[in-house]
């Protein structure tokens, strides 16, 4: 088996994982401790005195994490009592295994990137949960609610468009149809955009009308496997008979405009019958401050459909229609909020494996689910992306991402070197973006 690269850490001094390791994160705890500051005299209204010690808890558990992440102290051992506590802990002795003697202890500038950040935001969310009654705070909400209202605009015409499609979408002719399932898919790339851990927190919410924007968007994908997942969905549908079940899997990423891109995209999927379920992968807890929990899922949703915005009213009540009929199944496995690579899951998560197993598609949305379908190492510009999934191939995928990390596979020769000549920072500041494609034809 040859030499796997090493991983994307802060031991490269002034690379981007540096660079987040040293302003970003702490930048988010320091937001984290704010927001927690802010919100004393709810908590004091809600719960009393208890309320307020609460929140002097966890603040001080967050000002001793980002000192601990500051000065580069060794990671040490989570202490609550949850369902993954001991998974975290063995993780870190595995880390641990992996440095010689005179490496010392896994810490925040030596460890991966993917591991260090990871255990930030368990860490955060060890600290709320150690500090009840306000043990279900989510100190990110506030912001990922905010990029939505922010977005409204967008989000209305969005919402128009799709209702505006000629109906019934399943009597659109082929190339119609193609041609709307690519506008939608690329609404949903540009949608990762708005992502809240890149900006550290401040808002990133969408302004403008994506769909007018998308002829201008296009030389901005680098990597471009559409007509992959159209000939890979047409003929799912062709070969399904009416009964068959055509299951789609979307695994979410941020909350806000993006995860309304891609309810939009479910709708559009389950409406020309091009699949028959869409399954949604959310998180279990708050994580790299804008990923969707259960509670944005919902809240969400609830938002757009009492929304005074008639067709995007519409969407709302559909959208709760086809989780009522159960046609929009949602899930949160504890395995989304690890550190592990995708490679690990059929050893650390086989039951999700298996779950992942029985999609005939499967969307991974944003910066972070690629790096952990790539194991977060640094691979060369035009090593195959499926040879960098080292063995993670459940079902066909596709990764719908921006750029975000110093991380990408998959292109041809020359063209990492042509990106770089014209926009140095290309890798880092999603604007660019792939559908990157894996599986069978
Ligand atoms: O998965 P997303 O939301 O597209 O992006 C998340 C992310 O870009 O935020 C971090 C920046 O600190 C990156 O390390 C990480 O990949
Ligand atoms: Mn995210």
Request: with cysteine; hydrophobic share 40%.
């Given at each position: 088996?040859?030499?796997?690269?090493?991983?994307?850490?802060?031991?490269?001094?002034?690379?981007?994982?540096?660079?987040?390791?040293?302003?970003?994160?702490?930048?988010?705890?320091?937001?984290?401790?704010?927001?927690?500051?802010?919100?004393?005299?709810?908590?004091?209204?809600?719960?009393?005195?208890?309320?307020?010690?609460?929140?002097?808890?966890?603040?001080?558990?967050?000002?001793?994490?980002?000192?601990?992440?500051?000065?580069?102290?060794?990671?040490?051992?989570?202490?609550?009592?949850?369902?993954?506590?001991?998974?975290?802990?063995?993780?870190?002795?595995?880390?641990?295994?992996?440095?010689?003697?005179?490496?010392?202890?896994?810490?925040?500038?030596?460890?991966?990137?993917?591991?260090?950040?990871?255990?930030?935001?368990?860490?955060?969310?060890?600290?709320?949960?150690?500090?009840?009654?306000?043990?279900?705070?989510?100190?990110?909400?506030?912001?990922?609610?905010?990029?939505?209202?922010?977005?409204?605009?967008?989000?209305?015409?969005?919402?128009?468009?799709?209702?505006?499609?000629?109906?019934?979408?399943?009597?659109?002719?082929?190339?119609?149809?193609?041609?709307?399932?690519?506008?939608?898919?690329?609404?949903?790339?540009?949608?990762?955009?708005?992502?809240?851990?890149?900006?550290?927190?401040?808002?990133?919410?969408?302004?403008?009308?994506?769909?007018?924007?998308?002829?201008?968007?296009?030389?901005?994908?680098?990597?471009?496997?559409?007509?992959?997942?159209?000939?890979?969905?047409?003929?799912?549908?062709?070969?399904?008979?009416?009964?068959?079940?055509?299951?789609?899997?979307?695994?979410l990423?941020?909350?806000?405009?993006?995860?309304?891109?891609?309810?939009?995209?479910?709708?559009?999927?389950?409406?020309?019958?091009?699949?028959?379920?869409?399954?949604f992968h959310g998180k279990m807890i708050?994580?790299?401050?804008?990923?969707v929990t259960v509670?944005?899922f919902?809240?969400?949703?609830?938002?757009?459909?009492?929304?005074?915005?008639?067709?995007?009213?519409?969407?709302?009540?559909?959208?709760?229609?086809?989780?009522?009929?159960?046609?929009?199944?949602y899930h949160d496995h504890i395995?989304w909020t690890?550190?592990?690579?995708?490679?690990?899951?059929?050893?650390?998560?086989?039951?999700?494996?298996?779950?992942?197993?029985?999609?005939?598609?499967?969307?991974?949305?944003?910066?972070?689910?690629?790096?952990?379908?790539?194991?977060?190492?640094?691979?060369?510009?035009?090593?195959?992306?499926?040879?960098?999934?080292?063995?993670?191939?459940?079902?066909?995928?596709?990764?719908?991402?921006?750029?975000?990390?110093?991380?990408?596979?998959?292109?041809?020769?020359?063209?990492?070197?042509?990106?770089?000549?014209?926009?140095?920072?290309?890798?880092?500041?999603?604007?660019?973006?792939?559908?990157?494609?894996?599986?069978?034809?």
């Amino acid at each position: 088996m040859a030499e796997l690269p090493t991983f994307l850490s802060a031991r490269d001094v002034g690379s981007f994982a540096y660079l987040t390791i040293k302003d970003r994160m702490p930048q988010i705890l320091t937001k984290a401790i704010d927001t927690l500051h802010r919100h004393k005299s709810e908590f004091f209204e809600k719960h009393g005195e208890e309320g307020v010690e609460a929140e002097k808890k966890a603040i001080s558990l967050l000002s001793k994490l980002r000192n601990e992440l500051q000065t580069d102290k060794p990671i040490i051992l989570l202490v609550d009592k949850c369902v993954d506590t001991d998974i975290w802990n063995q993780y870190l002795e595995y880390q641990q295994s992996l440095l010689s003697e005179s490496d010392g202890k896994p810490r925040w500038f030596f460890s991966s990137w993917l591991f260090v950040e990871c255990y930030m935001y368990r860490r955060i969310h060890e600290a709320i949960i150690q500090s009840p009654p306000i043990h279900d705070f989510d100190v990110f909400k506030e912001s990922k609610d905010e990029n939505f209202f922010e977005s409204q605009e967008s989000i209305a015409m969005l919402c128009s468009y799709l209702q505006q499609l000629p109906r019934p979408l399943k009597d659109l002719e082929e190339n119609q149809l193609k041609d709307e399932l690519f506008k939608l898919l690329q609404v949903s790339l540009w949608g990762n955009k708005c992502d809240l851990s890149l900006s550290g927190g401040e808002s990133s919410s969408q302004k403008t009308n994506v769909i007018s924007s998308l002829e201008d968007l296009k030389p901005f994908i680098i990597v471009n496997d559409m007509e992959c997942l159209w000939s890979l969905l047409s003929k799912c549908k062709k070969t399904s008979e009416k009964a068959a079940v055509v299951r789609v899997d979307i695994v979410l990423d941020n909350s806000g405009f993006e995860l309304i891109t891609d309810l939009i995209l479910a709708d559009f999927l389950l409406s020309s019958e091009l699949a028959t379920e869409i399954h949604f992968h959310g998180k279990m807890i708050p994580w790299f401050v804008s990923d969707v929990t259960v509670h944005d899922f919902n809240w969400t949703i609830e938002q757009v459909k009492h929304s005074n915005h008639e067709l995007m009213s519409t969407c709302g009540v559909n959208w709760e229609n086809y989780i009522k009929i159960g046609r929009w199944i949602y899930h949160d496995h504890i395995f989304w909020t690890l550190p592990h690579s995708y490679c690990a899951m059929p050893q650390v998560a086989s039951d999700l494996y298996a779950e992942l197993q029985k999609a005939c598609l499967i969307f991974f949305k944003g910066d972070l689910n690629y790096r952990k379908l790539a194991g977060d190492r640094k691979w060369g510009f035009t090593v195959p992306f499926h040879q960098a999934l080292s063995g993670f191939h459940p079902a066909p995928l596709c990764s719908i991402r921006t750029l975000k990390a110093e991380l990408q596979v998959g292109l041809r020769p020359g063209q990492a070197e042509q990106l770089m000549a014209s926009e140095p920072t290309w890798l880092t500041t999603g604007k660019f973006g792939v559908f990157q494609f894996d599986g069978p034809l």
